[in-house]
């Protein structure tokens, strides 16, 4: 079994930034895509940003320019640099990750529990 193990969240002002951290533990295990998603409150989920093992990005145009993913695979680990943050950003962040149990090459999805980013002054 994958556990993925968020950190990071919190309060912050509008314009300022926070790091998230997604580490995923196991045996055995391979991780391919990883990905952040965010439900705000009376919205559905959404995806913020994604990432490959061989680092292509992919990100929402709400997030564009502000937010940064990146990951380190020796570690199992996605970060989520979220700089010039806005109350619109204000929500729960989800990890996500396709994850094969070795020796399968089958992917299923695992899911963080989540961490809550609020923007505010």
């Known amino acids: 079994q994958v556990q993925l193990v968020e950190s990071g969240g919190g309060l912050v002002q509008p314009g300022g930034s926070l790091t998230l951290s997604c580490a995923a533990s196991g045996s055995n295990f391979r991780v391919y895509v990883m990905g952040w998603y965010r439900q705000a409150p009376g919205k559905q989920r959404e995806l913020v940003a994604s990432?490959?093992?061989?680092?292509?990005?992919n990100y929402a145009d709400s997030v564009k320019g502000r937010f940064t993913t990146s990951r380190d695979n020796a570690k199992n680990t996605v970060y989520l640099q979220m700089n010039s943050l806005k109350p619109e950003d204000t929500a729960v962040y989800y990890c996500?990750?396709?994850?094969?149990?070795?020796?399968?090459?089958?992917?299923?999805?695992?899911w963080g529990q989540g961490t809550q980013v609020t923007v505010s002054s």
């Open positions: 996500n990750a396709a994850v094969a149990l070795l020796p399968s090459t089958t992917q299923n999805a695992y």
């Open positions: 990432i490959t093992r061989g680092s292509t990005t």
